[in-house]
């Protein structure tokens, strides 16, 4: 390393200077571009942190000693390479792959041309299929929010009519999945009303499907007064007296991070009665009375 140093010019090092941050790290204090460093920043002020992207530019810009030449980028906006990564999604899907049908399905949507700014542009059909098919991955997972959040793009761009019977019973499955009783319903009787202007050709085939969203929809005769839950709350563990983060571990104990290791220390003393870890129950209620609730799980 010293014989390096002693070969590079002093101006491009001053080994002096190591131990300051910033401008004398890696070039002299009095060199030529810390000269321009030094220029450049007072002509841009401290608002320039704080300014939007576009501001940036233009100040930059401004500069000839920053001799700053803004080049344009291509877009990867690609309908070609945006159906390579959908049908690469499609096979993963097939193959209960969820996750990499995910990773693929966004590759997808962010290589899709699309109209942002006219959402119900019919040239966005494609882009709103991919929304979809991303759906069904995330359902496929069981992440019914961000499932229900991208059957709403996916409608927010124009996604086909003839397919709404099949979105719309996905989103009433993740509603049910979710305890949103009440979206569930609604979501589930747009399916319902949407087979018969649906791309299913043969009505035996129509009835089949009406015949499944109905089976689904068994679930609310259980009760009358359907309810939603807009959120999962998780309460403190009385008996560990810990906090919902800490899935009900006591506060006697610690998680130690070593690494790639993690271990439980204890930070207190324990004693032979302690709860040091509770599990939250769960319980199913099946409604055993008969009739067309009978043997269906109670949605209390």
């Not at 140093?5 to 491009?12: A, R, T």
């Not at 793009?153 to 009783?181: C, N, S, T, V």
């Not at 009835?207 to 709350?233: A, C, P």
């Not at 204890?266 to 040091?276: H, K, S, V, Y």
Request: aromatic share 8%; net charge positive.
């Amino acid at each position: 390393l010293d014989s390096l140093l002693q070969e590079m010019p002093g101006e491009m090092l001053d080994t002096s200077n190591m131990a300051t941050p910033n401008n004398h790290l890696l070039f002299a204090s009095d060199g030529e571009f810390a000269k321009i460093c030094e220029k450049v920043k007072k002509k841009l002020g401290t608002k320039f942190a704080s300014s939007s992207p576009e501001e940036k530019l233009k100040e930059l810009a401004k500069i000839p000693e920053a001799n700053f030449q803004p080049q344009l980028q291509t877009s990867i906006r690609s309908e070609a390479k945006s159906l390579e990564f959908k049908e690469i999604g499609n096979n993963k899907f097939r193959e209960n792959k969820f996750g990499e049908a995910y990773k693929n399905y966004t590759l997808a949507l962010q290589h899709c041309p699309v109209n942002l700014d006219n959402p119900t542009d019919p040239s966005n059909k494609q882009y709103s299929i991919i929304w979809a098919n991303r759906s069904a991955a995330l359902d496929g997972v069981g992440l019914y929010t961000a499932c229900i959040h991208d059957i709403e793009m996916a409608l927010k761009f124009g996604y086909p009519r003839e397919f709404w019977y099949k979105l719309y019973k996905r989103k009433g499955h993740a509603h049910i999945k979710m305890k949103q009783y009440l979206l569930a319903r609604e979501a589930l009787e747009v399916s319902l009303k949407n087979v018969g202007r649906s791309d299913i050709k043969k009505e035996k085939d129509r009835d089949n499907y009406r015949m499944r969203v109905r089976k689904q929809m068994t679930i609310f005769n259980v009760t009358k007064s359907l309810y939603n839950v807009e959120k999962y709350e998780k309460y403190d563990s009385v008996l560990a007296q810990g906090k919902p983060e800490d899935r009900g571990m006591s506060t006697k104990l610690k998680v130690i991070e070593d690494g790639t290791k993690s271990q439980l220390e204890a930070g207190e003393d324990i004693f032979q009665e302690d709860n040091l870890v509770t599990l939250e129950p769960y319980v199913s209620v099946v409604n055993v009375s008969g009739g067309r609730a009978g043997g269906k799980v109670c949605p209390h």
